[in-house]
């Protein structure tokens, strides 16, 4: 899961041969309270842009049981360029992450060390970010 600017906020690791939508819960839940200018760290989002993987009514129903507004795109409907402007920071994130070259194969056995790799070129792009932005 991403924010606005592309900044990793969760990272989850599932096999390949399962669908994205069966770990929308866990990776909702594994957002960590993010501080604003003022008021009590957030805990969870306001809203979540999804794409078409994530269209049923089980995500929806969990999504509204957290307090968040889906923005997920429908199955079946061909334009989705309404939400492909928000959906274009995930796949810029996803590129981001390729750059680094030992995420691109997966080399590692473990998974404990293939998310601990992730888990550093997610906080190098968080960190790139903060400078750019500051």
Same mark, same amino acid.
């Given at each position: 899961?991403?924010? $606005?600017?592309?900044?990793?906020?969760? =990272?989850?690791?599932?096999?390949?041969?399962?669908?994205?939508?069966?770990?929308?819960?866990?990776v909702v839940d594994a957002v960590r309270p993010?501080?604003?200018?003022?008021?009590?760290?957030?805990?969870?989002?306001?809203?979540?842009?999804?794409?078409?993987?994530?269209?049923?009514? *089980?995500?929806?129903?969990?999504? !509204?049981?957290?307090? =968040?507004?889906?923005?997920?795109?429908?199955?079946?409907?061909?334009?989705?360029?309404?939400? $492909?402007?928000?959906?274009?920071?995930?796949?810029?994130?996803?590129?981001? =992450?390729? *750059?680094? !070259? !030992?995420?691109?194969? *997966?080399?590692?056995?473990?998974?404990?060390?293939?998310?601990?790799?992730?888990?550093?070129?997610?906080? =190098?792009?968080?960190?790139?970010? *903060?400078k750019r932005f500051c």
């Amino acid at each position: 899961m991403v924010d $606005g600017a592309g900044i990793p906020l969760a =990272i989850v690791l599932t096999g390949a041969n399962r669908h994205d939508s069966m770990a929308l819960t866990a990776v909702v839940d594994a957002v960590r309270p993010v501080r604003q200018k003022r008021g009590r760290p957030r805990r969870r989002p306001v809203k979540l842009h999804a794409d078409k993987a994530y269209d049923f009514d *089980r995500c929806r129903r969990d999504l !509204r049981a957290r307090s =968040i507004t889906p923005r997920i795109a429908r199955r079946g409907v061909e334009s989705s360029s309404h939400l $492909g402007k928000h959906r274009w920071v995930v796949e810029r994130t996803f590129a981001w =992450i390729n *750059r680094f !070259r !030992r995420l691109v194969v *997966r080399y590692e056995r473990h998974a404990d060390l293939y998310r601990a790799f992730l888990t550093i070129a997610a906080a =190098i792009i968080a960190f790139r970010a *903060r400078k750019r932005f500051c």
